[in-house]
């Protein structure tokens, strides 16, 4: 299952997300978004957990709880498709 984590922490590195996780269970990926000028993180990332049951353990133990100094916002990732349009500048 693929897992959006926003309201992170501008400090919070790939390992640190991951380790929150692992806790859960097994871990295929995190990686955190990041701008593609300055490479700074954008406050937001993906976790990718293979099984759906432990990856539903972790949204609902870590959902609101803090990393960092702040709480986090985990929900199950929306399909690249599913998202609202967001419009265009012209």
């Not at 490479?39 to 353990?57: H, I, L, R, Y």
């Not at 803090?66 to 012209?90: C, I, T």
Request: aromatic share 8%; glycine share 10%.
């Amino acid at each position: 299952m693929n897992i959006y984590v926003g309201n992170l922490a501008y400090g919070v590195t790939q390992d640190e997300l991951r380790e929150a996780f692992s806790a859960y269970g097994q871990v295929e990926s995190a990686s955190l978004i990041t701008d593609k000028f300055t490479g700074e993180s954008k406050g937001f990332g993906f976790v990718e957990m293979p099984n759906n049951t432990e990856a539903d353990a972790a949204i609902k133990a870590l959902n609101d709880t803090s990393l960092k100094g702040r709480n986090m916002k985990v929900n199950q990732a929306k399909p690249r498709g599913d998202r609202p349009s967001r419009g265009s500048r012209y």
